[in-house]
């Protein structure tokens, strides 16, 4: 007996699906695609063959997630994110292989937010709504607009650090290595 929910409006190719998850209506999965424990997979969404997803990961109503996409645990993306996977598509012309993209673990999208294809969003990082990701993100770190630019680090919580890289809300502190922020 399955240990997760199928809507009966959903198409699920698939039999990689981990306990507990939920798949809501309207949604179409194709029979290539791994999807992890604990995770929501809300209305309209549909999910290529060569896609890796993480357990406890939340996707909000009207995203595709395109072969190539890897997503890691306890990931959320907003309503209507836009996955890309070829950087010069053309109608009926595919690569030979699409390019990778990754959202580490407890990575944030925004709803409206397009990826584009090949890059990887550190953990702890969160892209505002609306934004165009052309780049790769590291970890806590929040950014947004178009293209979306770095606008502050943040804690694991998500909270904004401050001058200090001390989180007001939890008190976790952080230092710089290398350019890269890094939990005390």
Not at 140 to 151: E, I, M, Q, R
Request: aromatic share 10%; charged share 20%.
């Amino acid at each position: 007996m399955n240990q997760y929910f199928i809507h009966t409006h959903a198409i699920v190719e698939t039999e990689n699906i981990g306990r507990d998850t939920r798949v809501w209506a309207f949604v179409h999965i194709l029979s290539g695609a791994v999807i992890g424990q604990n995770c929501n997979i809300n209305d309209h969404t549909f999910i290529e063959n060569d896609v890796v997803i993480g357990n406890n990961v939340t996707v909000k109503s009207g995203v595709y997630i395109w072969d190539g996409i890897r997503i890691k645990d306890n990931v959320f993306i907003g309503p209507n994110v836009t996955f890309t996977n070829d950087l010069r598509p053309r109608s009926k012309q595919y690569p030979s292989e699409f390019l990778k993209t990754t959202l580490e673990e407890w990575a944030s999208i925004g709803a409206n937010s397009t990826i584009i294809a090949g890059n990887t969003i550190g953990k702890y990082a969160m892209v505002g709504a609306g934004s165009v990701v052309t780049k790769d993100i590291p970890n806590n770190t929040l950014w947004y607009g178009n293209p979306a630019v770095f606008k502050s680090y943040i804690c694991n919580c998500g909270e904004k650090l401050n001058k200090l890289l001390e989180c007001p809300e939890c008190h976790k502190k952080y230092s710089l290595e290398r350019g890269f922020i890094v939990e005390n």
